[in-house]
Nanobody, 126 residues
Framework: QVQLVESGGGLVQAGGSLRLSCAAS????????VGWFRQAPGKEREFVAAISWNGGNTLYTDSVKGRLTISRDNAKNTVYLQMNSLKPEDTAVYYC???????????????????WGQGTQVTVSS
């Protein structure tokens, strides 16, 4: 069992930056792939970014490429999402999710992940 806790959300102006953290506890985190998803009001939860168990591979949805960066520090059991050049359309609740997997590339679907955090709100004002 893995427990995930997101932090770092908040209110920021368009063009600003935030860094989200996903802290894990309960199991050795270094064997887990981690994904970030987001859900805006009235919309389905969508994939944002993912990182493989060792950080060797990352994936991004097209709309965030070049602006968001996912990384991990397995010594700290934490995955980060650095968010730069934020836009109002980035406003959503952001969730991290994890799955014990040595796959080279993690999946982009919500159903693939076994563990989820409670989410952190990101609001970007125009």
């Amino acid at each position: 069992q893995v427990q995930l806790v997101e932090s770092g959300g908040g209110l920021v102006q368009a063009g600003g930056s935030l860094r989200l953290s996903c802290a894990a506890s309960g199991r050795t985190f270094s064997s887990y792939a981690v994904g970030w998803f987001r859900q805006a009001p009235g919309k389905e939860r969508e994939f944002v970014a993912a990182i493989s168990w060792n950080g060797g591979n990352t994936l991004y949805t097209d709309s965030v490429k070049g602006r968001l960066t996912i990384s991990r520090d397995n010594a700290k059991n934490t995955v980060y999402l650095q968010m730069n050049s934020l836009k109002p359309e980035d406003t959503a609740v952001y969730y991290c999710a994890a799955r014990n997997s040595f796959n080279r590339f993690p999946a982009q679907t919500t159903s693939w992940y076994d563990y989820w955090g409670q989410g952190t709100q990101v609001t970007v004002s125009s």
